[in-house]
């Protein structure tokens, strides 16, 4: 997909493309939310986006699924999804190029033990919500250093992370501020 509007910040999430991780409970929650779209776009680097190419059954499954999303809500011009990268350096590249957008990085997984790109996000000055089951819960202090959300509860995360846009949209220290508080917890 292409972004039509790129004055809007960008929602991103990166992850394996498979039923824990959630990344397409994040686009559903997305194309569900009419304000969240409103206000920004979604950038997905996850998997592959073609079903001819993977040879798992899950990621499989998720592409479909995320195929199926797509057409549902209508996403063109909204959503981006790119094939998942390998190199690390160009990971730190769009976690900077999502920030310079006033976006966010959101981590959707159902558990996540630790969370690396919550840290990378945070390490980059990328305002970062994330899952509250497991890891990440300990890394972020919601409301000040980002935002825990709940995967079982989407309609709440979606309503969280427009609020943020919106409080943003109306006074864009509000940014910084939680990319400030997520750059200190990590070099605390």
């Not at 057409?71 to 769009?94: H, I, V």
């Not at 309503?159 to 919106?166: G, P, S, V």
Request: charged fraction near 25%.
């Amino acid at each position: 997909g292409t972004l039509s509007d790129r004055s809007k910040p960008m929602i991103f999430s990166m992850a394996r493309l498979d039923r824990v991780k959630n990344i397409t409970g994040l686009v559903e929650c997305y194309a569900k939310n009419s304000k969240l779209r409103e206000l920004a776009n979604i950038v997905i680097v996850a998997g592959y986006n073609d079903v001819k190419k993977s040879k798992d059954r899950e990621e499989i499954a998720e592409i479909e699924k995320m195929h199926d999303l797509m057409e549902k809500y209508n996403l063109d011009g909204q959503f981006r999804w790119m094939s998942a990268q390998t190199n690390r350096a160009r990971n730190g590249e769009l976690y900077r190029y999502i920030a310079d957008s006033r976006g966010i990085f959101v981590q959707p997984a159902f558990y996540e033990a630790f969370g690396l790109t919550v840290v990378e996000s945070m390490t980059c000055g990328l305002p970062t919500f994330a899952t509250c089951h497991g890891g990440p819960a300990e890394i972020i202090e919601h409301g000040i250093s980002g935002f825990h959300i709940d995967p079982y509860h989407p309609d709440r995360a979606a309503t969280l992370m427009a609020d943020f846009f919106q409080q943003c949209k109306e006074d864009p220290t509000q940014w910084n501020k939680i990319s400030d508080g997520g750059l200190q917890r990590i070099f605390e």
